[in-house]
């Protein structure tokens, strides 16, 4: 699709669902001002400690995403729509393609609403509890090119499961697994504890910075692959590993960011209360022959603060926490055990500056800042802070 002098695509190609989704908030404001815009919110949340570098950008802005997710519903003729919810609401806004999705996973999404239309499923009512679909959750692998399909249903019972998913692999042959979620609880959670593979291993893999990574349904993955390589690229490139530290990869998910570092390191310790994501990582780490990682589940802060009451040596603490940031304790305990460098991954601007506050005020000081743009569009801001333990007077 065209794209103006600006980056900004054609107005021919502007999202019908703009102003009723709320996912892409700046979908028409030209993306060199988004830029603009997000480098003056994070260089005044973070100039009070350091100069932030130059913001990392995207060439090319559009359907970097590849985990897509879909709602179902249905009209008022009782038709299935799929979409998302509008902003404060569980009203769908139907969605058949989407400028920040990737391309492969939206013209899946459709081709499950319409073979589930043929097989007469009902979509789940919220407010009755009755029906079958609930959402589709697609992941697609960048360079692999694999592809999950995860059905998230109100029971365990899909009729003529075989025969819908033989069909669904017609349309697409490039979907490597499908797996059944079931979600029979009334929670806006997306999915369910139980889950069983219909077709496949029931994960898929993707490469990034040179490694292979496993992915499950409800592990996570950075959504942008190629933001990612920059926003881990530059996580490294802070780290300075010279092949003899002990690193703690907190928060670490499915391992990237440790297994990552391991070739530069010593030894890697990585550690998550999600166990499906512990599970993985620990394949992960096998898979990519890396001899020098352990992972742990367990509470990060828990298992800093052990370590500190051990006494255990720490040089470099790599954390990626969730939007709200790192708890007040994970965070004392890191000045208890005080690694020498610090680089912290965030999502969220405000509470990135709140936590660098207090690491600041016990001790450290803030080397290196950038932001990188992970999600175009969006108000969102990634980032990677490098702090360094001040010297002793």
Request: with cysteine; proline share 5%; charged share 25%.
């Amino acid at each position: 699709m065209a794209m103006d002098r600006t980056g900004q695509k054609a107005k021919s190609g502007r999202c019908p669902a703009a102003g009723k989704c709320g996912g892409c908030r700046w979908i028409e404001t030209p993306y060199q001002e988004q830029l603009k815009r997000k480098e003056a919110r994070f260089r005044k949340l973070m100039e009070p400690y350091c100069r932030p570098e130059p913001m990392i950008g995207m060439e090319e802005p559009w359907h970097y995403r590849n985990k897509v997710h879909a709602v179902f519903g249905e009209d008022k003729g009782r038709r299935l729509i799929s979409g998302t919810y509008a902003e404060n609401s569980h009203r769908i806004v139907p969605v058949d393609s989407c400028l920040i999705e990737d391309e492969r996973a939206d013209a899946i999404i459709c081709s499950v609403r319409e073979l589930a239309q043929s097989f007469r499923y009902r979509a789940y009512n919220e407010d009755t509890g009755y029906g079958l679909l609930r959402h589709v959750l697609i992941r697609v692998g960048e360079e692999t090119g694999q592809v999950m399909v995860v059905l998230v249903l109100a029971s365990p019972i899909l009729p003529s499961r075989n025969h819908f998913v033989r069909e669904l692999l017609k349309r697409h042959p490039e979907i490597t697994t499908v797996v059944l979620n079931v979600n029979d609880r009334k929670t806006s959670m997306i999915l369910g504890e139980r889950q069983q593979v219909l077709y496949g291993k029931g994960y898929i893999e993707d490469r990034l910075l040179g490694k292979v990574f496993r992915i499950s349904p409800k592990s996570f993955y950075q959504v942008n692959p190629l933001q990612t390589q920059k926003l881990y690229g530059k996580a490294l490139e802070y780290a300075a590993l010279t092949g003899r530290e002990t690193v703690l990869d907190a928060y670490c998910g499915t391992g990237t960011i440790g297994i990552l570092a391991s070739g530069g390191a010593g030894q890697v310790i990585g550690v998550e209360s999600n166990p499906e994501a512990v599970r993985d990582a620990r394949i992960n780490g096998r898979q990519n022959r890396v001899k020098n990682i352990q992972f742990y589940q367990n509470d990060a802060g828990e298992l800093l603060r052990q370590m500190a009451r051990q006494g255990a040596a720490l040089d470099v603490l790599l954390l990626d926490p969730p939007r709200s940031g790192s708890s007040q304790a994970f965070l004392q305990a890191a000045l208890e055990i005080g690694p020498g460098r610090i680089v912290y991954v965030s999502c969220e601007p405000e509470t990135l500056a709140r936590d660098v506050k207090l690491l600041t005020e016990g001790g450290y000081r803030v080397q290196r800042t950038v932001a990188v743009d992970m999600f175009p569009h969006t108000e969102g801001i990634e980032s990677v802070t490098l702090l360094t333990k001040r010297r002793a007077v």
